[in-house]
């Protein structure tokens, strides 16, 4: 099935050492999305690429960076997590054409920071 | 600052009720609005997305859309336990991008 996957699903970290999440789609959307959720917040997007563009939101920490290699792939980083980075990070894909822009999520990774 | 306002609930109704989840937004040039599902501790599910004034229907999901009013609502008619989660309203902002709601918390009893 086509789909959005995320690994890994749960990560933990230490304080302070980096970290790569990753993001891979069969549905072969050229839009791509990274949000970050805490508890019982709304999810808040962080970046996403319009094909090869990068779109970083302004109130984005310089912490957090992303790479998307290819189509199908994009990654992100935490370059140095504190234990306020701890949440929910979602990926999310749409594609250009489709009404509105629709988004599919894939299932999240849980990052927890000791 | 675009904004899109939903009461954080919880929304308690019995099995077989109807649940109105509502939803206000800031941005008047807003074209594009979405309802996803929420389980705890699982992503976001797309169930309804609305685009013109009025309603639109799926199965027991009724998105209502008044732009004038800049308001969206969700309708969920003979609710069932499974459908308790947390229903986040979702506004197409520009470059593709979602602003979301909060959420509003659905708990459905037996």
């Known amino acids: 099935d086509a789909m959005v996957i995320q690994n890994p699903r749960y990560q933990v970290t230490q304080f302070g050492k980096p970290v790569t999440l990753s993001c891979s789609q069969t549905?072969?959307?050229?839009?791509m999305y990274w949000y970050q959720q805490k508890s019982s917040q709304a999810p808040k997007l962080l970046f996403h690429y319009y094909d090869k563009d990068f779109n970083n939101e302004a109130d984005t920490p310089d912490n957090f960076q992303s790479r998307r290699p290819n189509t199908s792939f994009c990654f992100l980083d935490i370059r140095s997590p504190g234990l306020g980075d701890a949440a929910m990070y979602l990926c999310?894909?749409?594609?250009?054409?489709?009404?509105?822009?629709?988004?599919?999520f894939g299932p999240g990774t849980r990052l927890t920071v000791t | 600052q675009k904004e899109v306002e939903q009461n954080s609930g919880p929304l308690s109704v019995p099995e077989g009720a109807i649940a109105s989840l509502n939803c206000t937004y800031s941005d008047r040039g807003s074209q594009s609005f979405f309802w996803y599902r929420q389980y705890s501790g699982k992503s976001p599910e797309l169930i309804m997305s609305i685009y013109s004034n009025g309603d639109k229907e799926d199965g027991r999901f009724t998105a209502q859309l008044n732009k004038a009013s800049q308001y969206v609502s969700l309708l969920i008619r003979d609710s069932q336990p499974s459908d308790s989660a947390t229903y986040l309203c979702a506004v197409m902002g520009g470059y593709s991008t979602l602003t979301f709601g909060k959420g509003t918390m659905l708990l459905v009893s037996p």
């Open positions: 999310a894909t749409s594609r250009e054409g489709i009404p509105g822009y629709e988004q599919y």
């Open positions: 549905l072969n959307h050229n839009v």
